[in-house]
């Protein structure tokens, strides 16, 4: 299938691509986790397929990392390579189209888009991750999907072929997209967006949807958002709150006393174990009160 993306010819060092025995807890919002057996930052599509041709010769799995705040990385750490996508963060404008690579920050993309004439981001703001994240998570907030506005998205399959998926694939749904459960690299992302002009206003919106997340209290602790994936009916922070285990701990971990739904790491000495621990101990409250299986939204990485 036609892509917009060009091959630029490169000779490529893998060991100047690659370091060994990174630490992870820095590179996610919970600050947990152990270190990567090896980790790369490619910056272009070249150094993206040369990685891979060498994960496939050595049979290193391969985890992709944007912004790390929605994973819970495991405190032994990562197996194989870690693919972290902040190198790839180029962005253009084409009418309408607004065209990013996997690893754009979310909060660049919606500022970069309003500076461009365009709206529709504008109630992301203050969403942390990467335009990649959001799109392999379809992240959502009040009633918007990212995938309302995609129009198509690139990817790499593990032999490092690009194809193509368009705005109309009905495996996005609710927390739902066509990538999860694949190896896939999600590399461009091109969303829709709608004109105006306005810009000063755009930018108040956005910078009102950002300031409500912060006056919430959403970043006074470290935390990956919503633990689980709200099931239909009541949301799922309320059903633990009405579990009676609101402020809940184990080790470091707490579930926060504002938002049933995060567990936070509330002074910074939680372990990804004990985040799991909690995480568990609210679902089995839950499905005990009221027979509810909730779904996790958190991704766990590397050895559990
Ligand atoms: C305080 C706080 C509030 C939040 N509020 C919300 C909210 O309102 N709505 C919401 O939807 N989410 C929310 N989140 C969760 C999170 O911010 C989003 O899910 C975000 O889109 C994740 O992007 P990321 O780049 O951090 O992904 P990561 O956490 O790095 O990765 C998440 C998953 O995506 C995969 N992935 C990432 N990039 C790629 C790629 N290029 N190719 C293939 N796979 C990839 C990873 O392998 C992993 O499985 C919140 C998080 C925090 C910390």
Redesign the pocket.
């Known amino acids: 299938m036609a892509t917009t993306i060009s091959n630029t010819p490169e000779k490529i060092n893998i060991k100047d691509l690659i370091v060994t025995q990174y630490p992870l807890a820095s590179l ?2 919970y600050q947990t986790g152990g270190k990567a057996e090896f980790l790369a930052m490619p910056a272009n599509l070249e150094q993206l397929r040369t990685l891979l041709e060498y994960s496939r010769r050595n049979q290193l799995p391969i ?9 819970l990385i495991s405190d032994d750490g990562v197996p194989g390579l870690v693919i972290l ?1 902040k190198n ?1 963060c180029s962005y253009h404008v084409r009418g309408t189209l607004f065209c990013a690579r ?2 754009l920050p ?1 909060e660049t993309a919606i500022n970069a888009s309003i500076e461009s004439s365009l709206s529709g981001l504008e109630t992301l703001g ?16 009040h009633g918007l999907q ?1 995938s309302h506005l995609i129009e198509w998205v690139d ?1 790499l399959t593990p032999e490092g072929e690009i194809a193509r998926i368009h705005r109309d694939d009905d495996r996005f749904a609710y ?1 739902r997209s066509p ?2 459960g694949t190896q ?4 461009e992302v091109a969303l829709r967006l709608i004109p105006n002009k306005n810009t000063s206003e755009a930018r108040l919106r956005k910078e009102q949807s950002r300031k409500e ?1 912060m006056d919430s209290g ?2 006074d602790h470290p ?4 633990v689980f994936k709200n099931p239909r009916g009541k949301p799922a922070g309320q059903l633990i709150d009405e579990a009676g285990i609101k402020g809940l701990s184990v080790g470091g971990a707490q579930i926060s006393s504002w938002h049933g739904n ?1 567990i936070i790491n509330t002074d910074g000495n939680a372990t990804s174990r004990d985040i799991l621990e909690l995480s568990e101990r609210a679902r089995r409250a839950v499905l005990d009160r009221f027979g509810i299986e909730l779904e996790r ?3 766990l ?1 590397g050895r559990w």
Do not use: D
């Open positions: 996610c919002t985890t992709i990392l944007g912004g790390g705040s929605n994973v996508t790839l996997s690893g979310l203050g969403l942390p991750g990467t335009i990649g994240g959001a799109v392999w998570g379809n992240a959502s907030t990212l990817y927390k990538f999860m896939h690299i999600i590399y997340r959403q970043f935390s990956a958002g919503c995060f939204e958190i991704v990485i």
